[in-house]
């Protein structure tokens, strides 16, 4: 495994296991699986309704929780609920987790943010993080911020890069971690002429290329997968390095182009929804 080394000394998988939009059977199948060829992050959600199922893949797959960098997310129905972090920890079975987000900048989002560095300083969660706070959600932040965050979650792949977000992560080593960086499956990014000739000289698959792509910018990326082939094919990227000239060519995919464009007024719908959380 390969490591980022976060704004606050902890280290972190560059890669791992996303779980949007899996069911609670599939997240619980493809955790215990990847963690069985050797996957240590995975990330998660209230919002996805499959914590529980997570932890159930953890226990299963028999492989040590401090060997594991836990990732999930508050959603902003539970950013003014006291209680937030404690059930969020009881969901998935665990007394800490190593990445805390708040999921939205949506409803009470600073309640939100001061709940994760009450954990933080708890030690209840080992880092902290923002997601789709870009622009100015994140302005704001800046100046109010008690612990800068180590991660901001975001979309980002060859179409997105995120240039200008990454200028102000960089002030603060704030990493980022890539969501859709596989462009949410989309057949027009794998199919892309320069994954398919990199993909034949390095012995690898158009995606594989892509999430090297990710790691050797500095990115920690959480592929989502249900598929047990693609999971394993996922991990098997940190044995092949892309030159310079290479890294360039692909850089000329940049099409300042996300797949998915949130509007305000599904700030406020985020604000209104409250997860069905699983039953125990
Ligand atoms: N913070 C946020 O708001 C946010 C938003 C979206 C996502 N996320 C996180 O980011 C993770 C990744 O995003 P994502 O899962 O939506 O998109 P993604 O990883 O870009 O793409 C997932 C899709 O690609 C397919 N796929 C996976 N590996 C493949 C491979 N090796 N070859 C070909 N196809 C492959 C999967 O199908 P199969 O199941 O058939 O493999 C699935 O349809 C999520 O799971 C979640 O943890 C966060």
Redesign the pocket.
Known sequence: MEYIVLNNGVKCPVVG??????SPADAENSVREALKMGYRMI???NA?VNERAVGRGIKSSNVAREKIFLST?LWPSEYENPNAVEETLNRLGVDYVDLL?I??PAGNWLAGYRQLEKAYRDGKAKAIGI??FEGKYLAELETKWEIVPQFM???A?PYFPQTELRRTLDKYGVKL??????????KSL?QEPVFTVLGKKYGK????VI?RWHTQMGFAV??????V???H??LDILNFTLTADEMAEIAKLDRNMRY?HRTDEQLVQFAAWRPGFEKA
Do not use: C, R, V
């Open positions: 296991i996303g779980t949007f939009m899996l990330d998660t959600a996805y997310k987000y999921h939205q997601s789709n979650q975001a979309e792949h971690m890539s969501w859709y960086p596989l462009g949410h499956g989309d794998l698959s158009p995606a594989q999430l959480i592929p989502g997968s249900k598929n082939d693609h999971i094919d996922n998915y």
